[in-house]
């Protein structure tokens, strides 16, 4: 799988919009862009996905450059629930039976009043 | 359905014990994935179903690790002979193909301290 680059850490005020950013400069065509999060003491919980046009969902909204070499996770007004780690993980459309997501380290993101 | 649930929450051992964990899935996803997180990582492959078939197992899963799904539904993950090394947060995930991706559904793990 391709390799993501993503901040260690970033923080944000409540009621604000927070934009997370990832790079993925060696992104194949046929690459999947994935988003998870993960809260305290939880399992990583999916987010969004996309592979050329931005998306929009309840969660967040996912805005990917033309070239697709980075893009950037959007959560529109950030509360303290949305303080977690995110992960910016690439998957391979038709990989057959290795269909299994490989997690990086991921941005931890902290939201204060 | 509630999501995929896993069981126990949390197990403390002692070195040299086996262990075994249960995920129970999504009714309806028919692939099943073993996770393994260690604190301040994030969480690492170990093997995945489809079905009841394993098809493909991380070389972190060593020869102590055992993973089933007999029926293609509940899975088991057993941990022969512990060392501390194992302790870890065992994570399961069921998955299912959304707007043409693979998406996956975790459960809340089973954390294993070895003492």
């Known amino acids: 799988d391709a390799k993501t680059t993503q901040p260690n850490s970033m923080e944000s005020n409540e009621e604000e919009p927070v934009h997370l950013p990832c790079n993925h400069s060696?992104?194949?065509?046929?690459?999947?862009i994935h988003w998870y999060r993960q809260l305290p003491s939880q399992g990583p919980e999916y987010v969004i996905h996309?592979?050329?046009s931005n998306v929009n969902n309840r969660m967040a909204s996912l805005a990917i450059a033309e070239d697709r070499k980075s893009s950037t996770l959007i959560l529109h007004r950030a509360t303290l629930r949305d303080a977690a780690v995110y992960y910016c993980i690439l998957r391979a459309i038709n990989t057959g039976t290795a269909s299994k997501l490989t997690f990086g380290t991921g941005t931890r993101l902290q939201v204060t009043l | 359905d509630t999501g995929v649930s896993q069981d126990p929450r949390h197990k403390i051992t002692k070195r040299g014990q086996n262990v075994t964990f249960r995920c129970d899935p999504i009714?309806?996803?028919?692939?099943l994935y073993w996770y393994r997180q260690t604190l301040g990582q994030g969480p690492e492959f170990l093997t995945y179903f489809q079905n009841e078939a394993q098809l493909e197992k991380s070389r972190l899963l060593s020869d102590r690790f055992s993973a089933e799904r007999p029926k293609g539904s509940f899975s088991t993950l057993e941990i022969q002979r512990t060392e501390q090394g194992d302790s870890a947060m065992y994570l399961c995930?069921?998955?299912?193909?959304?707007?043409?991706?693979?998406?996956?559904?975790f459960g809340a793990g089973s954390r294993l301290t070895v003492l």
């Open positions: 995930a069921s998955g299912t193909v959304l707007s043409g991706a693979n998406v996956l559904t």
């Open positions: 009714s309806e996803h028919n692939r």
């Open positions: 060696t992104i194949s065509g046929t690459d999947y």
């Open positions: 996309g592979l050329t």
